[in-house]
């Protein structure tokens, strides 16, 4: 008995030492680094041009990175394995031309061809799934072949026209349907009450287990840091046109596969493979299966985002899913705090990281100013962002070593 | 003391269709093994009993990996016959290995550095709650409350909080870890390869200390090590092999480490050092 009270003394101890402070310092609450960062571009832009921060402004954001954040959802777990996916953009566009052509020009349902589009995504990640499991080739090399291989596939598919526009369907009710007041407020009492009633139900579970329960201040200062957030943001976009279809559809995939990722066994495989490829097959998890699954999720949330795209810009065309589209999706997630090295890294990345270089894109269009500054200032920001990381990866080796 | 005496005992028991091996928790009868032309393995007998430790020592190359290997099923032998509990069993993947009671702590430790300590402890085997939901979702609080029941049985006080990431602990509270890891599946008979190599002193201490409190609560343990200090701190029989024969059996209380190293190395030092003397 005496032995395990000053086990936990020690234990409070050490808790004591990695509080707020000491996480800030090692680089461990990427999320607050990320969330300070978008506080000042926003500023910044503000600022610049006081239309950036107006509702019009932050409902165009919210709906330009919708197809981004989507295809970055697939990217944080291909980059959660140690693996990258370079075929996300054109697969994206693919995805779109097939369901463009099923539809218009073959006459299915809206509803059939946007899931054929999907599957085209699936069926391709199971293709590059096994490439790197069965034949062990790098899955840089597979998406690289992919990249090119399947925007010739999109030239194919579209054939002599090269274009193709979307009457109005399903497909473009996806990205232009807004609902009112009553989903808005519904939603965010739903969230903010699922925040407290989730923190306090983990709360009750791990006093019964006789386990340090987290402290109540931190679930009720999650709640409302949570709850105003949800509150101010749906209450913005209620004043322009409404809650956007697309938003949620874009929120629900990264809630759900953060969810995924974090509290089952498949989301801990991922990690594991990421973290230790031999420890995880050692501890007998299927670690091929695990990969090809994931390259599979990956490309059809591409899949997704193209099909996303496709709806906001009303069309198909040769050039859907290529420019910066694949480096976006990919700089996103880093930027936000996902290790390029596997295993380290959240879903929530995808939508932080779409948020930020969504708003630097929108806001220096605001600004009208031209794609050469736009790139290299985009360029900028991932490097200085990498870095940060880079830096406190060092710090958090070296806290190790003592 | 002969030391090839040893090996010699142990054959009539082998023809007494295995009725020798009854009293052993672990035994191996003739283990043998070729790669190519290369005999890693000869004719080789083993055993461990519930709550012993056993030494497996021997040069490089002496074939200790490859019996390791032939235990936990990683490699199974060409021939021979392996008996638990008395009862004659093939061991023949790693997974049977594991059904059966037998664990393996790594010399690589194989742990995930990016996850936390529950997390590796229970890596492969998550507890997934009880609950109507398709997917299977993981039961955190059991598993946090059972990682400390684990440590705390183990005497593991030094880690702090049992969710700090694996990549930040020390090489002797990573040991640990890996160590309690192997203890979830409830083994019978724990293989370790070279527990303390790469580790300071105060932790070899501790892991030598949680290896020996493995064999109090009853394990049959197998330890390999090139460190003839740790073997003689814990280990109940040291078994040498060299070149993939087990050349003798020594009862630690009654042997020192140079008649051990003598055995190791085929040359009987002892008396060198006083031809040297003279």
Known sequence: ??????????????????????????????????????????????????????????????????????????????????????????????????????????????????????LVGTAIGLFNGFMVTYFGIPSFVVTLAGLLAWQGALLAVLGK???????????????????????????????TAATLASGLMTRRRRQAADLEPPPLAGILLRTVAVGVAVFVAVAILLSDRGIPLAVLILLVLVAGFAFITQRTRFGRHIYAVGGNAEAARRAGIKINRVRIMVFMLGSTLAAAGGILAASRLISVN????????LLDAIAGPVIAGTSLFGGRGSVWTALLGALVIGSISNGMDLLGLNSDVKYMITGGVLLAAVTLDALARRQRSQVQVT | ??????????????????????????????????????????????????????????????????????????????????????????????????????ATVFQDLALCDNLDVVANLFLGKEVVGHNNVPVHLM??????????????????????????????????????????RTMVGEPKVILFDEPTAALGVSQTAQVLALVKRLADEGLGVVMISHNLDDVFQVADRIIVLRLGERVATFDREKTTPDQVVSSITGADTAEMRRLENE
């Open chain 2, 139 to 180: 039961d955190e609080v059991e598993m946090e409350q059972r990682s400390k029941q684990l440590l705390e049985d183990l005497s593991v006080t030094t880690l702090g909080s049992v969710r700090t990431t694996v990549g930040s602990l020390s090489g002797g509270q990573r040991q640990s870890v890996a160590i309690a």
């Open chain 2, 1 to 102: 003391m002969n030391p090839r005496m040893a090996r010699g005992d142990a054959k009539p028991k082998e023809a007494g269709n295995g009725g020798g091996s009854a009293e052993h928790l672990l035994a191996l009868r003739g283990f043998s093994k070729s790669f190519g032309p290369v005999r890693a393995l000869h004719e080789v007998d083993f055993e461990v009993d519930s709550g012993e430790i056993v030494a497996l020592v021997g040069d490089n190359g002496a074939g200790k990996s490859t019996l390791i290997k032939a235990i936990d099923g990683v490699q199974p032998p060409d021939a021979g016959q392996a008996y638990f509990d008395g009862k004659p069993v093939r061991i023949s993947d790693p997974r049977t290995a594991e059904r059966m009671g037998i």
């Open chain 1, 161 to 191: 026209t090269g274009t193709i526009n979307f009457p109005p369907s399903t497909i473009t009710d996806l990205t232009s349907t807004f609902y009112g007041a009553g989903v808005g407020w519904t939603l965010a009492v739903a969230v």
């Open chain 1, 318 to 325: 040769q050039a859907s899913g290529s420019g910066d589209l």
């Open chain 1, 1 to 118: 008995m005496e032995g395990g009270a000053a086990a936990q003394l020690r234990m409070f101890s050490k808790e004591a030492r990695s509080g707020i402070f000491g996480r800030i310092a090692r680089g461990e609450l990427g999320v607050l680094q990320v969330l300070i960062g978008l506080a000042l571009i926003w500023t910044v832009f503000q600022l610049a041009n006081d239309r950036f921060l107006s509702a019009v402004n932050l409902t165009n954001l919210m709906l330009q990175i919708t197809a981004v954040g989507t295809i970055s959802v697939g990217v944080v777990l291909v980059l959660l394995l140690g693996e990258i996916d370079l075929s996300i953009g054109a697969v994206s566009g693919l995805a779109a031309g097939v369901m463009g052509v099923l539809t218009v020009q073959h006459g299915l349902s809206p509803e059939l061809a946007i899931l054929a589009g999907l």
